[in-house]
């Protein structure tokens, strides 16, 4: 992150202690501080996806379209090492498709891409620029013939903020994702949200050295600038970085809770932790040691659009501007979504309050959670054998008494008190349906952001 906001300052800023706020050594009423605050709106986001810049099936003006027409009000195409600015190019993440005549460029622009007679992740096939020309005309794609190879020009940035954004409604954040990767296959992706350039991909020998360097890279190559950093889906594949890595790195703010409804399913050992687990091992961690608490997003993450979105955020903020939906993210005022929603979150620093949006009839359930100050903070670590798509690892396990539900409430508004013994406090909603499976893809629920 650039600018950071810390809990006590977006407290102060955001209204939520106003009987206690002064100005100029004055102290306010409720009532006027309530109205020198401009009213808040949440506004839903999504800031991991991908489109043929990199390895996404769609043509940038697809994918964006889709979010724009599927209810989100600002997303970030996060491409895997590539920003889509217009320097002229022909090769990208997983794809060197240079012509035997670059003559026929002269004068050209962007990225093109090379339109692949046979099907296959990530190629560019005929059906993904049929469909974009249906959507938006034979204009919207441009295309360069070399021989028996039809070439197609890959958006700008800049070209799709002009065709897309619209004050007030839709919203464009530049960004990428950045990869990182070890000898032994395990895998480091973050994402620089609100920057333009990238940087080389960085290999090191461990992920939190990856972590690690690529944080101190990103506040070296963006300095000044007011991005984010987000270190993502911890369980893709495998295990790849751990929450022993994140305690290690407390510069790391924001983390991905729900990429995609990645639970560990798809490699993960029966052992192992879950997503909200990991979180909950950090946060213990950092507030038994006066640090700021992890925050966790949802994202989709999507290459394949066939398959709907399966988490999301949502962000309160004054304006749908960069900086005001930045800030609001890293003063932690915003909740992870796979179907629920909250239509309030205050925490007023001892409470934390919350109220479902109800959209569709419950039952509904809010559970409080987090961890006691006498936690076991002790881990044991076991052997992960070798897979077919993985190496081996070692993994720490933690005690039970890390993420304990402090609190139920069968009911679409609750709250909760801190207690002397408490670390923290979080949210979670959850739909009550008969016949669910436990796993969060299945189990509509939002997940607010902890508080202590
Ligand atoms: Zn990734
Ligand atoms: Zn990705």
């Given amino acids: 992150m650039g600018k950071r906001f810390s809990r006590r300052d977006f407290l102060k800023t955001s209204g939520a202690i106003a009987a206690a706020a002064c100005v100029g050594g004055q102290r306010l009423s409720a009532a006027a501080n309530a109205a020198a ?32 027409s599927h209810g989100y009000h600002f997303i970030c195409p996060s491409d895997h090492n590539i920003f889509q600015s217009d320097r002229l190019r022909f090769d990208g993440f997983g794809f060197d498709n240079t012509p035997s005549d670059v003559a026929a460029f002269k004068g050209e622009t962007s990225l093109w891409k090379v339109i692949s007679p046979t099907r296959g992740w990530p190629k560019l096939t005929q059906a993904h620029v049929d469909e974009t020309i249906e959507k938006f005309g034979k204009d919207s794609i441009r295309t360069i013939t070399v021989g028996t190879q039809t070439y197609v020009r890959m958006t700008p940035f800049a070209e ?135 925050l966790g997003l949802g994202t989709d993450d999507r290459h394949s659009y066939v398959a709907p979105a399966k988490a999301w955020s949502v962000v309160r903020a004054a304006k749908l501007g960069t900086e005001d939906v930045l800030a609001a993210i890293s003063a932690g005022d915003f909740y992870a979504s796979n179907g629920l ?26 559970q409080f959670l987090g961890t006691k100050k006498d936690y076991d903070p002790s881990s044991r670590t076991i052997d992960v054998a070798k897979g077919p798509r993985r190496p081996a690892r ?19 508004e609750a709250s909760y008190t801190l207690k002397a013994d408490d670390l923290y406090v979080r949210a979670k909603a959850v739909k009550v349906a008969e016949g669910l499976k436990p796993d969060w893809e299945s189990q509509p629920a939002a997940w607010t952001q902890p508080y202590n």
């Fill in 37 to 68: 605050e401009p009213k808040k709106h949440w506004f839903k986001c999504n800031l991991h996806m991908h489109n043929q810049w990199s390895d996404g099936e769609p043509l940038p003006e697809w994918a964006i379209d889709w979010y724009k």
């Fill in 160 to 294: 799709l903020e002009k065709r897309f954004a619209e004050p007030g409604k839709f919203l464009l954040i530049p960004g990428y994702e950045q990869t990182g990767g070890c000898p032994n296959g395990q895998q480091v992706h973050v994402n620089f949200i609100n920057v333009r350039e990238v940087f080389p991909y960085l290999a090191a020998e461990t992920p939190r050295e990856i972590l690690q360097r690529t944080y101190a890279k990103g506040q070296e190559a963006y300095a000044g600038q007011n991005y984010l950093f987000t270190a993502n889906h911890p369980l893709w594949r495998y295990y790849d970085y751990s929450p022993a890595d994140l305690i290690a790195l407390p510069q790391i703010r924001v983390f991905e809770l729900n990429n995609n409804a990645i639970a560990s399913g798809l490699d993960g050992h029966p052992e192992g932790w879950k997503p909200e687990k990991f979180w909950d091992v950090v946060n213990a961690y950092r507030a038994a040691h006066d640090q700021p608490l992890l």
């Fill in 341 to 366: 929603d909250f239509a309030d979150i205050h925490f007023d620093g001892k409470t934390l309050s919350v109220k479902i949006d109800v959209r569709e009839e419950g039952p509904y359930r809010i």
């Fill in 394 to 412: 070692k993994i720490d396990l933690y005690s039970d008494s890390i993420g304990v539900v402090l609190d139920t409430v069968e009911g679409v």
